[in-house]
């Protein structure tokens, strides 16, 4: 008999505003209480895996291994190669980043131009140095430059000793505040984010198909117990009425029907062990070891009873309401990185706008000896300015337009985003109770029809009743326990759907 307690569903007036202070109060109770997952048990338990896959007779019959939705759902974000696959996003991301972080790196450089011609040097130009860009925007660098010839440039034209020199190159227009090197940077810390957002979806999908073909695996385990447990009451029973017939004590019609009823009950296991067949093989799919070495479920492996099961059910009470729980959706997460990225790119789009206006300073220094800072002096330098402008601005104007276009387009997206998944979340919501409230009834069911199937069999043994009436009431009884037992596994999926909604799976 399958006996345990669930909570019904609240009761609700017909105000709206009770009906949406009671959905706010159950969204609260979404989440299962995180238990420490015994990782020398999983380990345990993918070593049975191996050892019933290779070497099936060191096991007896009786030898059993409870298989519970936790240590699955650990084995499948631990090795399911899709897990992995997520996890490449987060690499991914960080490459992204350290590739944006290379624009700032140090860059060492160097030139020589030489040209010899009738045995004579016409010029030999020498520039090497160090260049080393600032996240504010000021390029940094010193170097070392010659040049010497008899048809030199004199602009190029150096002491024997060459010079050394140092300075800053800063852009006051254009770039002062942001160019494409610091954007580049802005987007890829933001697009790292974003690739943590994206692994917790591709988890999030990952780990709804994996409950929901768990439960169908314990439902479809548990149908043929069922099954299993009428097959050998109506052996007993075929084989007691036999005997009854042999001695007259019965019809001989009752043997008949009771042959009858044994044979419809083999073939409702037979359907039983296809359904269940096919669950195993679904659930395989989901099952690898740390070598990613696809598993497979052995017949030493089952899910737990009724009882261990809801013995282990808890939520946990959450203090935020529904709208702070769907905020942080891993979608509308992304979708808000978007935005940021779309506006760090509107600024770079304006900046372009400004005039450029580059401004260039170099102190320089002939070495003496080998010694760069003798008889330096502040009146011995170099500078530049330079300046350019579009007249219209057309091409400026018309790129922050778009950017402003793209960020428009992408908030009405969020705000839809948004009140679909609250509408998910409340979907799922209602069928959680719907089906907290139908397990109580089924349970209810099952007590009821099995004190139904105990009063016609001693009606039966005193006469009253017929075997035929006898074995009516026991299809009831099996047709009752398995729809029982489809509503546990109807309710553990819709439980897991509403953390689905909420994209707190991962």
């Given at each position: 008999m399958f006996l345990f307690g669930m909570s019904c569903g609240v009761s609700l007036t017909d105000s709206h505003q009770i009906i949406t202070k009671v959905k706010q109060q159950k969204?609260?109770?979404?989440?299962?209480?995180?238990?420490?997952?015994?990782?020398?048990?999983?380990?345990?338990?993918?070593?049975?895996?191996?050892?019933?896959?290779?070497?099936?007779?060191?096991?007896?019959?009786d030898s059993l291994q409870s298989f519970g939705f936790d240590d699955y759902l650990t084995i499948v974000k631990k090795f399911h190669p899709l897990a992995k696959q997520a996890e490449l996003q987060t690499e991914l991301g960080a490459a992204e980043l350290m590739y944006s972080k290379?624009?700032?790196?140090?860059?060492?450089?160097?030139?020589?131009?030489?040209?010899?011609?009738?045995?004579?040097?016409?010029?030999?130009?020498?520039?090497?140095?160090?260049?080393?860009?600032?996240?504010?925007?000021v390029e940094v660098y010193s170097g070392y430059e010659q040049g010497e010839g008899v048809n030199i440039n004199p602009q190029r034209y150096t002491p024997d000793e060459g010079l050394v020199y140092a300075g800053v190159s800063v852009s006051l227009g254009k770039g002062l505040f942001m160019d494409e090197r610091r954007a580049q940077l802005k987007k890829a810390k933001i697009y790292n984010e974003l690739t943590l957002e994206e692994r917790r979806l591709l988890v999030n999908d990952l780990l709804l198909d994996a409950s929901n073909v768990y439960w169908s695996w314990y439902a479809a385990a548990?149908?043929?117990?069922?099954?299993?447990?009428?097959?050998?009451?109506?052996?007993?029973?075929?084989?007691?009425?036999?005997?009854?017939?042999?001695?007259?004590?019965?019809?001989?019609?009752?043997?008949?029907?009771?042959?009858?009823?044994?044979?419809?009950?083999?073939?409702?296991?037979q359907n039983a062990v296809l359904e269940y067949e096919n669950a195993k093989e679904a659930l395989n799919v989901y099952l690898w070891d740390e070598n990613q070495v696809p598993l497979e479920i052995s017949d030493r492996i089952e899910p737990p009873s009724n009882e261990e099961l809801f013995s282990k059910i808890n939520v946990l009470q959450q203090e935020g309401k529904m709208d702070s729980l769907i905020h942080n959706h891993p979608y509308l997460k992304k979708n808000q990185l978007y935005i940021n990225q779309l506006e760090i790119e509107r600024r770079l789009k304006?900046?372009?706008?400004?005039?450029?206006?580059?401004?260039?300073?170099?102190?320089?220094?002939?070495?003496?000896?080998?010694?760069?800072?003798?008889?330096?002096?502040?009146?011995?330098?170099?500078?530049?300015?330079?300046?350019?402008?579009?007249?219209?601005?057309?091409?400026?104007?018309?790129?922050?337009?778009?950017?402003?276009?793209?960020?428009?387009?992408?908030?009405?997206?969020?705000?839809?985003?948004?009140?679909?998944?609250?509408?998910?979340?409340?979907?799922?919501?209602?069928?959680?109770?719907?089906?907290?409230?139908?397990?109580?009834?089924?349970?209810?069911?099952?007590?009821?029809?099995?004190?139904?199937?105990?009063?016609?069999?001693?009606?039966?043994?005193?006469?009253?009743s017929s075997l035929f009436l006898v074995n009516q009431r026991e299809m009831s009884l099996i047709k009752a326990q398995i729809d029982f037992i489809k509503m546990i596994a109807k309710n553990q999926q819709a439980f897991i759907k509403v953390q689905y909604s909420l994209g707190v799976l991962d």
């Open positions: 969204i609260k109770q979404v989440l299962l209480i995180k238990k420490r997952i015994n990782m020398s048990a999983i380990l345990k338990l993918l070593l049975l895996m191996k050892l019933c896959c290779s070497f099936p007779f060191l096991f007896a019959q290379g624009g700032f790196d140090p860059k060492a450089f160097g030139d020589i131009n030489q040209k010899y011609f009738d045995d004579k040097q016409y010029y030999s130009l020498i520039d090497a140095g160090l260049k080393i860009p600032t996240w504010f925007g548990q149908k043929i117990k069922v099954v299993e447990k009428s097959i050998e009451l109506a052996k007993v029973r075929f084989k007691g009425i036999k005997s009854s017939a042999l001695m007259g004590e019965s019809p001989t019609i009752d043997t008949l029907e009771a042959l009858i009823q044994l044979q419809n009950r083999e073939i409702l296991l304006l900046e372009q706008i400004k005039p450029q206006v580059d401004l260039k300073y170099n102190a320089i220094n002939e070495p003496v000896n080998g010694d760069v800072f003798n008889a330096y002096s502040i009146n011995n330098y170099k500078w530049g300015l330079t300046f350019s402008m579009p007249l219209f601005l057309r091409k400026g104007r018309a790129a922050v337009k778009k950017a402003d276009v793209k960020i428009q387009d992408q908030k009405l997206e969020l705000e839809y985003l948004q009140a679909k998944l609250k509408s998910s979340v409340n979907s799922a919501v209602n069928t959680w109770e719907t089906t907290q409230t139908q397990i109580n009834i089924y349970n209810q069911t099952v007590v009821n029809v099995e004190k139904l199937v105990e009063g016609e069999q001693k009606r039966f043994d005193v006469g009253e």
